[in-house]
């Protein structure tokens, strides 16, 4: 059995050929995809700003084999996000991911030193 890793990937574009109806839905349900519905799913989560409307962003868990690396989780990302959009018919362009590996990076945790001292004050 091959070694899974767990990656955050921040999948980001912009709108382009965005019909008068993928536009009016898009700008309607605005309130839903903005600051307070930014989460790392395996759907996926859609985040914009309404005005202007030009650019948006997407985020995603992806387990994959570990050997594969961030590459892969960033494609496989990516796939999600152009499916995800084709089938709610919203034109884009321009996709390009950041990965996180969630297995390899660094908690930095603060000393016990520094919060005994700031007690004693």
């Known amino acids: 059995m091959t070694e899974q890793h767990t990656y955050r990937v921040i999948v980001r574009g912009t709108w382009d050929g965005l019909t008068d109806e993928a536009r009016a839905r898009l700008l309607a349900e ?3 995809h903005g600051l ?12 914009y700003e309404p005005s202007p409307l030009k650019h948006f962003s997407m ?11 961030e590459e892969m989780a960033g494609a496989l990302a990516e796939d999600r996000a152009e ?4 089938e709610l018919g919203y034109g884009f362009t321009g996709l390009r991911s950041t ?3 969630l297995d390899t990076m660094k908690i ?3 000393s016990g030193k520094a919060g005994k001292s700031a007690s004693r004050r």
Not at 36 to 47: D, N
Not at 59 to 65: A, F, G, I, K, T
Not at 83 to 86: E, G, M, P, Q, S
């Open 36 to 47: 307070a519905g930014m989460r790392f799913t395996e759907e996926g989560t859609l985040s």
């Open 83 to 86: 499916a995800t959009l084709r």
């Open 99 to 101: 990965v996180t590996d």
């Open 108 to 110: 930095n945790r603060k």
């Open 30 to 32: 605005a309130a839903d």
């Open 59 to 69: 985020r995603y868990v992806v387990v994959s084999d570990a050997a594969d690396g």
